[in-house]
């Protein structure tokens, strides 16, 4: 009797095995590791679904997904590494994706900027993007090993799309390993690791991009420059841009002003100046040499001389020119009052 009941539970323990073995047979909802040495692959798919496609956070800041290029050496472009130990519902020793990695990780970066509130068009309204985003992936490897490991290194660039002017680029990197243990991993765990680490990275892009154009193109978020929207909070009142008046340019002495405006200070007479009142104050900002940008509590506002005007307080002024050494200052501005700051620059 105990001899028939080995030979039935041995029987099932066989069948449960066999049925792990492909994906026609497994029953994962998450599905597409097949077995097999040959192809052993990953349905990315399913993980590529946009993180938050009901996201209400919309922006003017229309992108189009472009090109990726795979520069890694893998020999294949839906190889992502190798498998030494046993998992549940894989086999072999080779890790495939579906997709190529190229695929996987700009659909990853497109669904970060969809959750983001970014407008991402397709199709023929792609053509009326703003900008463009593409990328290099130098790294995308996933080992499953008795310490499983992922390294993701991904250079993306975000272009004017009109022109081609490059707006932001930069390589974001990711490694992690992880413990966890030769018996309990499973095809779920191994798919949902690969998921994670995906998300990390190209939320890592996501927001260096988007921090860096929202500071340089405000307009387009309907921000307040140096804000930034955060999810569940609704600003009513935020610090405003000092006003800064252009410097147009003045005849030469004994020369006749045709064309030119009626300039004092440097200033045309027709243009807003800026000045101190009941609620802020004016600083003016010399340096020798002129010409030089300056940055008020590190936002960049214009080129010396330049009339601020701001709220009172203490701020940090820092200057810089090519070929001389950056000059930082701290100064107070008094409601109602003038604050001049003169700048010596040296090499």
Known sequence: MNSLLQRIALLALLAA?????????????????VGGSSDNTLDTAAGNKAINPASTLKYAATLRMGSFVDQRKMGSPR?????????????GNELFADQDVTIIASNAIKN??????FQVLEGNSANNALFEVT?????????VKERDNISIAIETTLKEASTGKVVWSGLVTEKNERFA??????????????????KIASTKTVDAISASLMAARPELFNLTPGTKPIPGVTVYVAPSLPKTAPVA???????????????QNGIP????????????GLLLVNTTPSRARVYLDGVYYGMSPLRLEIEPGIHAISVKLAGYNMVTEKVSVRRGDNTELELNLEK
């Not at 095995?17 to 590791?33: H, L, N, P, R, Y």
């Not at 007479?269 to 802020?280: E, F, G, L, R, V």
């Open 135 to 143: 990328g290099v992936i130098k790294e995308l490897t996933l080992n």
């Open 112 to 117: 970060r900027f969809d959750a983001e509130g």
């Open 17 to 33: 095995v066999a049925g792990c073995s492909t994906i026609k047979d497994a029953k994962d909802t998450v599905s597409g590791w």
């Open 79 to 91: 190889l992502l590494g190798q498998m030494t130990v046993q998992v549940g519902g894989m086999s």
């Open 249 to 263: 340019p003045v005849a030469p002495v004994g020369m006749p002003n045709d064309g030119v405006q009626s300039v």
């Open 181 to 198: 243990g030769v018996s309990g991993d499973n095809k779920k765990d191994v798919m949902s690791y690969l998921n994670r680490e995906l």
């Open 269 to 280: 007479a027709s243009t807003y100046q800026p000045h101190a009142s009941d609620t802020a």
